[in-house]
């Protein structure tokens, strides 16, 4: 998506019409937000293939099951629901997993203050966003640094600021100036204050999550929660086979208020399950099963996505690796079976996500294969679609902008080939003939300016321009982009009396408890 | 495919057997190499849009048609077909370019010397190959510069040494220390003797197509190539509609000794054809079955590959552009479309393509990019796989090397996910339980060693470790590894006699003009 040296005829190119318009510094109100896949989704596996997954799946929790560690309530669910409980330990019978999931919906949507900003989870939608977890953050100028809640506030902002991505984030990257036990409210406040789109609330205990939902709650207002999704609590299991009493405790509070779950097993082969692609699948479906079937037993209808956090290993050195083959044939199987089960599906560390400590090219590679693997199979939430680097230890502002201009071009890509009368052009042949060009054809005339996805970034031009220009890499020419979109950033209103409302709620809630720091 | 900073459970992972064994420099003889595709090909258009893109091709041969410049011979051929004539110019009634591209095979090989290095085009085969045409070259100790015939022979050992490149490439940089009408005679000894892997011949004059392919018959034996295609001339078209003499007699000269043709029409969206995708994809199509049609009335059944040069331009500022959304859809439509007319298909500014002016994160973007729609859609040639920057103005060392690294990434997953009782690995669960890890099960032992794939490049290590390393990027890394592979290639044997015949060709050849440097 980026230019060349080779002008060809450039005398003859169509007359710039004022300056170019660089449409990603407008206003986001402004930009068109595509959330539609208008191309087929790629069917990596056969029925066979899915059909023998999903029978290893339910053997395994037929005969290895989970722990529900300390977690009394969900452990009594369960053996409500017929699951065969053994102290910490549930197992189900075959089909029984696969009935508690089906009152989870097919399709659902998580809701903004904002029309335009409400999505849709599932069909053939799709839902970009930020990064995940990060402690660090790095960028050109003052290089990699503990995060801040400064720059957790910067990457709400710039993701609010484009049209390619549809979600706030949650833990975009750690606040780690504010205390640990404090963090959630300072996290949920930039999100619903700075930014209109859809995020995710504190996990990292019971009460920070009733907390986030409270807010959620003084915004949106008691009763609308209650029927409409506006948040998401991300629920990871300890793989392999354990839900701890924090993530299931979260999971159970989410659920009660009808908020979105997200359950994201984390495996990475040969460590948290079998090396091999297929035992990978098979397990993340099952464990992920679990908590969906734990969402629906606490509230059956609670929209919920089946999520995963799988990637290979370096087996002889132990690293872990990102955007590997085998990864991305995994991200591809899970959304079929999701599909099959008839719950969306986050993408099993797809996005872009890399294990490269700077946005260079093994980081765009990586980054761009597990995106390719993870939009085409046609999964439906997609984390770390920007910012990751170092396998989410940072969060990277020149890496974002870049990032973000991939998800435009997967999302130009994804509005398809129009196949019509006016894209043939006939009447274009007329204007021309063989040997002659079509740059002044009133057809290019009329397409030129929206023919083409347009990067985002400052072109580089022909070498010997780059070279006079300091030879700057895409991460360097990246570097001026984001500073620009924090610059034009326009907050979004928000009602005074509910601003107020919320920073006394923040202001209560922290005054009620000493700072924690583990 | 690369590695994090987060080693988990170090101590636990299974012992390193020996050194690490690096595959990548390995002598070639001793790798598999995967040429086969056993994952589906993605399908974009629909049989609708298809059709609706053959009519229109179709529209164009029987309307505009194309125009043979000063190439009486294929005019004839033309006219004697059926085809309306004037002047120059050669149209299509409809249906008469299909029928004429009907004896084309759908799938054949061309042989090498060493069976292990005959490859299929078409089916569900794919082929590999280094870039084309670059007069510069680039690395990271000597910069920028003109390519010589060392940079040359450089490139053609290092795509024999790779499994991951099924072929030997063309004019993989331009040797520009050689007299022009005398660097197709350097260039195939090179790929002659400094490889076994098939190749592509000169096409920049008639009787460099010629030479070529006398010393094929020296190689290969006069008789062999009658009935074996062991090379390629690549035949551009001049789009818009135009088939100059150079290109349409060097076509007739490759068809006659019934070696491979690959017809490329090379279509800039706004330039050489309307700037819709459709418009551009249904161009092509147009363009290239007539070569494909000269080929056929030159030597019914002659080996010929549908090729496409197609890319994007910034029509604000005239620069092409590469790895684009809109030019990945033509390409995923193209290989559709040469299917349906039973032709093997070389990608259309697939590959690994960027108008970047270094391998930076701009340059593996655009690259991976290209690269999915290429593979995924399941088109049987790419060129510029490997090494291509600048939109093809320079050919990379370091770039050659990550582009290797994600080829063989992309052919382990052509090798799909094993779905099967071995891989599904029961028996690990009953040696671990929940909350245990994997790292020791006998399954993991036996399988770790192979079952993800082993980036070429050295591991960049933990942020702390590659800081302390002087923070290389993947093209400092990738530094390291071009070379070792140099050091350590290993020269095909061929036999003594032949060797002194090609190169007492070669010697009267070049004494029988004077140079020539236009």
Chains 1, 2 share one sequence.
């Not at 300072?186 to 009733?210: I, N």
């Not at 059956?300 to 999520?307: K, N, Q």
Request: with cysteine.
């Amino acid at each position: 998506m980026h230019s060349t040296s080779q002008k060809i005829l450039r005398e003859d190119r169509p007359k710039r019409r004022g300056r170019a318009r660089r449409t990603q510094t407008q206003p986001s109100s402004e930009l068109p937000i595509i959330q539609h896949r208008s191309i087929p989704s790629y069917q990596l596996l056969s029925e066979t293939a899915l059909s023998k997954i999903e029978a290893q799946a339910d053997w395994l929790m037929e005969n290895i099951g989970v722990e529900f560690r300390s977690d009394e309530v969900a452990i009594e669910l369960f053996r409500e629901a017929g699951a065969t409980v053994k102290g910490e330990s549930v197992k189900f019978e075959l089909g029984l997993l696969r009935q508690l999931c089906s009152t989870a919906p097919e399709q659902f949507k998580l809701h903004s203050r904002v029309p335009r900003h409400t999505i849709t989870l599932g069909g053939d939608n799709v839902v970009l966003m930020p990064g995940y977890g990060s402690p660090f953050v790095t960028d050109l100028d003052k290089g990699r640094r503990y995060a801040t809640l400064e720059d957790f506030q910067n990457f709400v902002k710039l993701s609010y600021s484009t049209p390619y991505l549809h979600h706030s984030g949650g833990t975009v990257c750690e606040p780690t100036d504010i205390p640990v036990n404090k963090r959630h409210l300072d996290m949920v406040y930039a999100h619903l204050k700075l930014s209109t789109k859809p995020f995710m609330g504190g996990v990292t205990a019971p009460e920070r999550a009733r907390d986030s939902i409270e807010m959620a709650r003084i915004v949106f207002g008691k009763e609308y929660l209650e029927s409409h999704a506006v948040m998401q609590g991300n629920i990871n299991v300890n793989s392999p086979f354990i839900y701890d009493d924090t993530m299931s405790g979260s999971l159970r509070v989410y659920a009660e208020a009808n908020q979105c779950v997200c359950v994201s097993p984390a495996i990475f082969g040969g460590a948290m399950g079998p090396v091999t692609p297929a035992a990978i699948t098979a397990q993340t479906l099952a464990e992920g099963m679990v908590g969906v079937a734990l969402t629906q037993l606490v509230r059956p209808g609670c929209p919920v996505v089946l999520g995963s956090f799988h990637s290979t290993m370096n087996l002889r050195t132990g690293s872990l690796t990102f955007g590997t083959p085998e990864a991305n044939l995994v991200t591809m199987a899970l959304t079929q079976l999701a599909n099959r089960l008839g719950v969306p599906v986050r993408s099993g560390t797809g996005g872009q996500i890399t294990a490269a400590n700077a946005p260079d090219g093994q980081a765009m590679q990586d980054s761009a294969n597990g995106m390719w693997a993870t939009l085409l199979s046609g999964t439906h939430q997609v984390w770390h679609a920007a910012g990751w680097l170092e396998g989410g230890l940072t969060m990277s502002y020149e890496k974002f902008i870049m990032d973000l201009d991939n998800c435009g071009a997967m999302l130009k890509m994804f509005q398809g080939m129009a196949v019509n009368e006016d894209a043939f052009s006939k009447e274009s042949y007329a204007e021309t003939g063989p040997g002659q060009n079509f740059l002044s054809t009133s057809h290019t005339m009329k397409h030129f300016a929206n023919a083409n996805y347009e990067s985002l970034l400052p072109d580089a031009g022909p070498y010997e321009m780059w070279l006079e220009n300091g030879s700057k890499t895409a991460a360097e020419r990246a570097n001026g982009v984001w500073k620009k979109m924090l610059e034009t950033y326009e907050e979004p209103s928000l009602n005074d009396a509910i601003n107020r409302e919320l920073q006394a709620f923040i202001a209560a809630r922290k005054t009620s408890m000493p700072d924690e720091w583990y």
